[in-house]
Every structure is written in structure tokens, then in C-alpha cells.
């Protein structure tokens, strides 16, 4: 992928549109910057979109895509963060992942579902998907900044927990990114949302705005569609399955010592759900969250084992690839090992 350079020198359009160069010699990022993103923005708004014409295809998505998100002012208040902090934006195939953010390289990569950009223009539906999946990354971006890795303070049973909240949390801003959008005159985007597998979100969402037509705050149907994310075994089920094979990971390669033993108190529940307006919407809430099974419970049986067999690693010692629950048995088989040299074995 190439990008551009500014033109902030160019005294006429002409010359201006000239100065865009499209190459990342210069850089050491795989994608487009957002910071001369939201300059080319500007740029095409001064000077009108037939401009649009000088790109090439996967640049026309990408401004396609961003400028589509930013008419919401949520959108654009994480944009403008990501912005600031140096992230940048590619287009590759992902397989069945819609983004992937390379953190240590702060690039977002959007799935192009092995399609030419071209064709991905051409088709509302994957065009409706870029946008969500370019929405949800900037609320990743975000909580990443914040949080980062979960399992450095708390232990994998709380990690668990925190991973929905951090999931439920980044499909309730997309619904309220989607209604933003829908509500300044392009209703697209909604109507994707609504036809999606988070569409009962949405309608969640509305139902508690219309019921409440004389309140302008729309924190109460963030609220409901918080809670209905829950209400789906699929969603929880999924959420919880990547976060299983995450801790898996973090055991093999790092050892039980990567966790933290860090209380989970109500506040770090609502953290996750900071606003950029400084106000987090599950403010008052996080109590009864940590006390309800329909957010701290776990149906399903195979999660329920892989979470048990996370726990019974996490009490065990291991010496020379061997599990022990009594580390003082383990010593006089093994003495020649210990537990803190032999765990990541």
C-alpha cells in the first residue's frame, strides 16, 4: 500500500494536487497515514470530489471509508486520537477477520476479502462492512491506549470478563457511530448495521430512545445496547473462545507469572466504557454488572472446561513438562528443576 504526503506549500490547486506523492519511501509504516488522511479530507472538500479521480482504487476506498465514518461526531473524536498518535491505514486480505491493528507498528488493516478495490466499491454490502469494520477498529485503538493487555493487573477468570465488557463496549459504539451517521442524512450505514448480527443491538438501541423522546441523552440506549449483547449465547460464546486461546497463549509462552492479581472493582468495569467527552456511559453500573450471571456467567461446556484447565495451570507447577499441584513433590522428583525455570518449558 502507498500513501501521500502533505501539500500544505501548494499556492494553487494545480500545483496542489501535483504535490501528492504517492509512495512510503519515507516511511517505515505499511499503510496511509490518518494524519494526512484527514488532510487530503480537507483537501477534497476545498476542492471537490472529482479530485477523487487521481487516486487509485484502494486509496478512493480508503477515503471512501474514512470520510463515510467521520460524519459522526463520535467517529471523528476517535479519528482524530488515532490521528494524533501516528496510526495509519492498509487494505489486505484477512481471511475472516474484519480489521487486524498491528499495535507495535500502529497500522489498522481492513479486510479486503481477496476482492479488487474496484469491486469493493461496487458493492454496497462490502462497502457497509469496511465502514463497521473501520468503526470498530478506532474503538480498539482507543481501549488498547487505555487497557492494553487486561492480564498484566488481573487473573484469566477476570480477564474473561473484562474481554465481553471490551467486546459489548466496541459494538455499542459502532450503533451509536451507525445512528450519528443516520441521523446527519445517510442512512446506509444503518440500515448495514440493522441487517447485520448486531442489528438487535441497534433495535435495542432506538426502542429505548423512542421510549424516552424527550431526553436528548443518549446514554441510556448505549445502556440497552450494552445489555443486549449479552442476550446472545453466539456473541458471548465467540468472545469467549478467542479469549480462552489468548490466555492459552499468554501461559505457554510467558508462564502463570504474565497475570496480575489486581482486584476487579466496579470503576474498571466502567472505565472500559469512557466516552471522548470524558463521561462513561455504564457510570453507576459496573457494581451490578460484577453481580449479574447474565454478564459474569459462562453456559457454554466446552468454554467452561478450557477455562477450568486454564485455572487448574494457573495452581499447578510444571518441571520439565510435567504439571505438579504440590511443588515440594515436584522438587524431590526433579531437583534438579524449579518451578520458576521450568514453567515456560
Known amino acids: 500500500m502507498k500513501s501521500f504526503t502533505n501539500a500544505k506549500n501548494a499556492k494553487t490547486r494545480a500545483a496542489q494536487k501535483a504535490s501528492f506523492d504517492f509512495t512510503l519511501e519515507q516511511s517505515n509504516q505499511n499503510g496511509i497515514p490518518l494524519d494526512d488522511v484527514n488532510e487530503y479530507l480537507t483537501y477534497l472538500s476545498d476542492c471537490g470530489e472529482d479530485d477523487a479521480a487521481t487516486l487509485e482504487p484502494e ?3 480508503i477515503m471512501q471509508t474514512i470520510a463515510a465514518a467521520l460524519q459522526s461526531p463520535m467517529a471523528t473524536a476517535l479519528f482524530e486520537e488515532a490521528a494524533k498518535d501516528g496510526w495509519a491505514i492498509d487494505i489486505q486480505d484477512l481471511d475472516d477477520l474484519d480489521f487486524h491493528l498491528d499495535v507495535p507498528e500502529k497500522c489498522i488493516t481492513l479486510n ?7 469491486s469493493l466499491q461496487k458493492s454496497r454490502y462490502f462497502r457497509g462492512g469496511m465502514i463497521m469494520a473501520f468503526v470498530r477498529s478506532l474503538r480498539d485503538i482507543w481501549q488498547e491506549k487505555r487497557h492494553g493487555g487486561f492480564e498484566t ?26 445512528w450519528e451517521i443516520e441521523q446527519a442524512g445517510t442512512p446506509d450505514l444503518w440500515r448495514h448495521l440493522i441487517g447485520s448480527s448486531e442489528g438487535d443491538m441497534a433495535m435495542a ?22 445489555k443486549q449483547w449479552f442476550l446472545s449465547d453466539e456473541r458471548i460464546n465467540i468472545c469467549d473462545h478467542e479469549t480462552l486461546e489468548y490466555l492459552d497463549n499468554i501461559i505457554t509462552t510467558e508462564g502463570k507469572e504474565a497475570f496480575g492479581t489486581t482486584d476487579l472493582n466496579a470503576s474498571d468495569i466502567e472505565m472500559i466504557a469512557y466516552l471522548p467527552n470524558h463521561f462513561a456511559y455504564l457510570q453507576g453500573l459496573g457494581e451490578g454488572i460484577l453481580n449479574n450471571a447474565l454478564y459474569t ?3 457454554d ?28 513433590l515436584a522438587a524431590k522428583i ?4 524449579t518451578a520458576k525455570t521450568s514453567i515456560d518449558a
Open 205 to 226: 438501541f432506538t426502542a429505548m430512545l423512542e421510549r424516552q423522546k424527550h431526553n436528548t441523552c443518549v446514554y441510556d440506549a448505549m445502556n440497552a445496547a450494552f
Open 59 to 61: 486509496y478512493t476506498l
Open 112 to 118: 479486503s476479502h481477496g476482492l479488487a478495490p474496484s
Open 297 to 299: 456467567g459462562m453456559n
Open 334 to 337: 526433579f531437583p534438579q528443576g
Open 153 to 178: 493487573h488481573f487473573n484469566p477468570q477476570h480477564v474473561m470478563l473484562l474481554e465481553r465488557i471490551r467486546a459489548a463496549d466496541c459494538e455499542t459504539m459502532l450503533v451509536v457511530i451507525a
Open 301 to 328: 461446556i466446552i468454554n467452561q472446561s478450557h477455562l477450568m484447565h486454564i485455572m487448574e495451570d494457573m495452581q499447578s507447577v510444571q518441571v520439565a513438562g510435567i504439571a505438579f499441584r504440590d511443588a515440594e
